[in-house]
C-alpha cells in the first residue's frame, strides 16, 4: 500500500483545462466518496483550490490506482486521456509527503508563501474524514501537512506582505488603476475569496465598495463588515454600469458576467471598467474582454504581476523546505512507528477486551468450577488468542517501513476499528 497524489495545478496546466477540473465545495464530498469506492483506492483526500485540483490516495496497487484517479479527471473534465495526460503530474511515498508538505507551506502557491492555502488543506481533509474517506494513513498524513503549514509560516517570514490570492488582486488593481481611493470597486461573490477583497480593499482605504452575493444575507454581512454597500443579483447590471472596478470571484462554476449583460451596463458609460476574475470557473464569459472601455485581468495575469513582488519572500525558501524535510521525515518515522509495536500492543489489547467479554458472558455456566479450574480456563484463552495473534503480531515488526508493512498495519487498524 502507497500513498499517491495526482493532479493539475497553475504550473502543468493552462487555465482553460484548469477550470475544466475544478470542483466546488458543495461537491467535494460526493467526490472522496466515490474515489474511495474505486477498485485500487483505499482512502482519499480532494484539495480543489483556484490554482490545483489534487487528489491523494492510499493505493492498493500503485498503477491501479493511477488509472482509476487519472479516469476520475477526465470524467469530472469531459476530457480525453490524451488531453489531460501532458498536464497530469504524480508523486508517490515519500515524493508525494514532500509535495503536500510543500502545498501547505505555501512553496507551491502562485503567490509564494500564501496564507489561503493550509485553510483549504485542512477543509479538505476535513471534508474526506466526515465522507469516511480519510482514515489512519492519510488522517496521519493531513495532520503533519498543517502541523508543517504552521510551523513554515510562524518561524519564518514566507508569509510576509502580499501572501493571498485576494491581497495581490487588490494590490494589482492599485497598480493599474492607480490610488483607489473614490474608486467603486463592485465585488462580486461574499465567499472566502470576496471576503479577502473587499477586508484588503478596506484595509487600503478610500475605495466606495459594493458586494454583489447570491445570498443577501452573506452579502449584506460583508458589505456591513467593510462599511460597504449590499447589492443584489438582481440590480447586478446596475451595479456593474456605475462600477470602475469589478472583482469576480464567485464560486458559481458558470459565468455571471456575460458580454450582453456588460454591455448593456455600459451602454451609457464611457468611463473604463477593469475586470479582475479571480474564479475558477471563469465568472466573465471571453468576449467581455472584446467590449470597448473594458478590460479583463484573469488569475495568469495576477500570477504574472504577484512574481514581481517574490524577492522578499524568495529567501525564506529554503528556511522552509528545510522545516518541511523535518516534518518529512518525522512523518516516516511515527508512520514506522505505527505499524509496529504500539499496533501490535492496540490489538493485542482488542482481542483481550474480547476474551473477557466472554468470560464474563459465560461467567454463570463457569459458577461451579474450582479455583483450579478457572486458572486453567483463563491460561487456556490467553493461549489461544497469544497463538492466534503471534503470526500477525510478528509479520506487523518485520515487515515495518515496507510498503507491504504499511498495508498490513492499515488493514489491522481498520479491521480491528484501532483508529
Known amino acids: 500500500m502507497s500513498i499517491l497524489v495526482i493532479g493539475v495545478n497553475h504550473r502543468s496546466s493552462p487555465l482553460s483545462l484548469l477550470e475544466r477540473v475544478t470542483i466546488a465545495p458543495d461537491r467535494i464530498g460526493k467526490a472522496v466518496v466515490g474515489l474511495a469506492q474505486r477498485d485500487n483506492v483505499r482512502e482519499a483526500v480532494v484539495l480543489s483550490t483556484c490554482n490545483r485540483t489534487e487528489v491523494y490516495v492510499v493505493a492498493e496497487r500503485f498503477h491501479g490506482a493511477y488509472g482509476d484517479v487519472r479516469d476520475f479527471f477526465c470524467e469530472l473534465g469531459d476530457l480525453t486521456i490524451d488531453e489531460l495526460t501532458p498536464h497530469l503530474y504524480s508523486q508517490h511515498e515519500t515524493a508525494a509527503v514532500t509535495h503536500l508538505f510543500e502545498v501547505a507551506a505555501g512553496l507551491d502557491s502562485a503567490v509564494l508563501g500564501e496564507s489561503e492555502i493550509l485553510g483549504q488543506v485542512r477543509t479538505a481533509w476535513d471534508t ?124 458559481s462554476g458558470e459565468p455571471v458576467l456575460t458580454v450582453d449583460q456588460v454591455a448593456r451596463a455600459r451602454a451609457r458609460s464611457s468611463r473604463p471598467l477593469n475586470i479582475v476574475d479571480i474564479a475558477v470557473p471563469r465568472d466573465a464569459e471571453p468576449e467581455v474582454s472584446g467590449l470597448a472601455g473594458v478590460r479583463v485581468f484573469d488569475l495568469d495575469d495576477l500570477r504574472d504581476w504577484a512574481d514581481r513582488g517574490l524577492s522578499h519572500r524568495a529567501g525564506e525558501t529554503e528556511r522552509v523546505r528545510s522545516i518541511v524535510g523535518d516534518e518529512v521525515e518525522s512523518f516516516v518515522i511515527e508512520s514506522t512507528a505505527r505499524q509496529a509495536a504500539p499496533l501490535v500492543a492496540s490489538m493485542r489489547e482488542s482481542a483481550d477486551r474480547v476474551r473477557t467479554g466472554e468470560l464474563e458472558r459465560f461467567a454463570g455456566r463457569l459458577a461451579a468450577l474450582g479455583d483450579a479450574e478457572r486458572d486453567s480456563v483463563e491460561a487456556l484463552t490467553k493461549a489461544i488468542v497469544a497463538k492466534l495473534l503471534h503470526e500477525p503480531s510478528v509479520r506487523l515488526k518485520t515487515q515495518a517501513g515496507t510498503p507491504q508493512g504499511e498495508r498490513n498495519a492499515a488493514a489491522v487498524r481498520d479491521l480491528f476499528d484501532l483508529g
Open 128 to 251: 474526506a474524514q466526515r465522507e469516511g474517506a480519510a482514515r489512519s494513513t492519510l488522517n496521519l498524513l493531513f495532520r503533519s501537512a498543517v502541523e508543517t503549514g504552521k510551523r513554515a509560516r510562524s518561524e519564518t517570514g514566507i508569509g510576509r506582505g502580499t501572501a493571498s490570492i485576494s491581497h495581490a488582486a487588490v494590490e494589482m488593481i492599485s497598480d493599474v488603476v492607480g490610488d483607489i481611493a473614490g474608486k467603486r470597486v463592485l465585488v462580486v461573490g461574499a465567499g472566502s475569496m470576496g471576503e479577502g477583497v473587499a477586508v484588503a480593499l478596506h484595509r487600503a482605504g478610500g475605495a466606495d465598495i459594493l458586494v454583489a452575493n447570491r445570498s443577501a444575507e452573506r452579502g449584506a454581512a460583508l458589505a456591513d463588515r467593510v462599511n460597504g454597500v449590499a447589492v443584489g443579483f438582481d440590480r447586478l447590471q446596475e451595479a456593474i454600469g456605475a462600477a470602475d472596478v469589478i472583482v469576480a470571484c464567485t464560486g
